[in-house]
């Protein structure tokens, strides 16, 4: 199989173009198909021609690929395709595509374009011209079926919904079956007996999920009232909820905060999610709590934050509600953030007195504390690879990181300047304003 990513277009764009062997002949297949069935395709003009799009460090949005006779490894597409992405297959052999469609309309792609085909443009006997048959299927789950994976908890898929004149694709976060739960924590727990897997898994897929999801559905709802409204795309709004007989939400359907903006600077990125974090805590009332880089999305808006899981209101009194107060003291204690914070508090890594404090707390200091870190790897989750430019040796790179240790590890414990995500913003406008300046000498 040659592959020919990501973008081949009638104006040809900066796109970096990977051939392998056999390189004229996918050109010869691809690049009528491209003309005739993508050039005008909303989503391949928007996403196959970013810049990028050209960086093959990146997840791809569009992989196109043509038939040799060789193997096409789902597996391998899979994992080279960012969420939501497409691959794109042709071949002279109709029944080749047919049997490929039928393999990636399952293992987590769904097919978008069902097998069809294009005829080379020959001025006569048009219909004897030959055929190239293809297809076209989408990434929409995160993982592969049989896979496993400590980034995610959730069953989230990606699926379409009907809006108001036209389909598009939302995101559908449920509770995991029973089974899927038990096979990850056997794995996870090869020692353990499965009755006691099978006992905890249940305790976790009938009350500890449902009652996350349910205050997710509820924290969402709470976020669109009150967020100013530059702000309220940059969070997930809730589209669909299914509820089960006791009232708790099992499956929640939200709007895709599709990852593939514009790339940012690594002050941008930094500020953006400042920017947006002050806006939560500060208009919505709402601490997120688990402010890691996968929770994050950079989408033609911007930065994004998702999964509100864990959140809570900051007024929210738990102490009223025994069970809740339950849960969330023990996510406090367990939860890779706070993990975080006490690994970095006991080795001296963090001193200030204002986020020691806040150990095992749900507070406003939890998020300022773990944003303050990412803007240090930005490059972290697989997704954003590409969305940020990140250079650890560049001058914007170590005053971030300065700012980073000012704010966990300032010369004074006690000192409380960077207290709020209002705080760090006004900081990194500094930086900015600096960065520029000495651009511009
Ligand atoms: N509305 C959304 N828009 C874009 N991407 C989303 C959205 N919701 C979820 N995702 C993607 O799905 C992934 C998993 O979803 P989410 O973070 O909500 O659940 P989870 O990670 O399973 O929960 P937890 O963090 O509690 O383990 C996210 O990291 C993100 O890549
Ligand atoms: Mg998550």
Request: aromatic share 8%; net charge neutral.
């Amino acid at each position: 199989m040659t592959t020919l990513a990501p973008a081949l277009s009638p104006a040809p764009a900066s796109s970096a173009v990977h051939v392998g062997r056999g390189n004229g002949q996918a050109h010869a297949l691809l690049t009528p198909l491209i003309q005739r069935i993508f050039a005008d395709d909303r989503e391949y003009r928007h996403y196959a021609h970013s810049p990028v799009a050209a960086d093959p460090a990146a997840l791809q949005d569009f992989i196109f690929a043509a038939d040799e006779g060789g193997a096409v490894d789902p597996d391998a597409i899979f994992h080279r395709l960012r969420w939501g992405g497409q691959f794109v297959f042709a071949s002279r052999h109709g029944r080749r595509v047919a049997q490929l469609a039928e393999e990636f309309d399952r293992d987590g792609f769904r097919l978008e374009r069902e097998p069809a085909f294009i005829r080379k443009a020959w001025p006569f006997l048009s219909f004897l011209a030959p055929r190239t048959h293809y297809f076209a299927a989408r990434k929409v789950h995160l993982i592969r079926p049989g896979e496993f994976t400590e980034r995610f908890t959730y069953h989230v898929e990606l699926v379409p919904h009907q809006a108001a004149e036209d389909e598009e694709f939302v995101v559908l976060k449920r509770v995991p079956s029973l089974e899927s739960l038990v096979a990850k924590l056997h794995k996870k727990f090869p020692e353990t007996p499965i009755e006691a897997i099978e006992k905890r898994a249940r305790k976790f897929t009938d009350k500890i999920f449902p009652t996350f999801l349910t205050r997710e559905a509820a924290i969402l709802k709470i976020l669109q009232e009150h967020l100013p409204s530059r702000y309220a795309h940059r969070v997930p709004r809730v589209i669909a909820l299914e509820k089960d007989i006791r009232g708790f939400v099992t499956c929640l359907k939200m709007n895709w905060l599709r990852n593939g903006g514009r790339r940012l600077s690594q002050i941008e990125f930094a500020m953006q999610a400042a920017d947006l974090l002050q806006a939560v805590h500060d208009s919505a009332g709402v601490l997120h709590l688990d402010l890691r880089l996968d929770n994050m999305v950079i989408t033609d808006q911007g930065v994004g934050f998702i999964d509100f899981g864990s959140s809570m209101r900051v007024t929210e009194n738990l102490a009223t509600n025994p069970m809740l107060d339950a849960l969330f003291s023990e996510l406090m204690r367990t939860s890779h953030i706070q993990r975080m914070l006490y690994h970095m508090t006991t080795s001296g890594q963090v001193t200030a007195q204002h986020l020691c404090d806040k150990q095992g707390k749900a507070d406003k200091g939890i998020d300022v504390f773990y944003l303050s870190l990412q803007f240090t790897t930005p490059h972290a989750n697989p997704d954003l690879a590409g969305l940020i430019h990140y250079d650890p040796q560049s001058e914007m790179a170590r005053q971030i990181s300065e700012l980073s240790k000012t704010v966990l590890r300032p010369g004074d414990p006690t000192d409380t300047s960077h207290k709020s995500a209002k705080d760090i913003l006004r900081s990194l406008e500094l930086i900015e304003r600096d960065i520029n300046r000495r651009a511009r000498r």
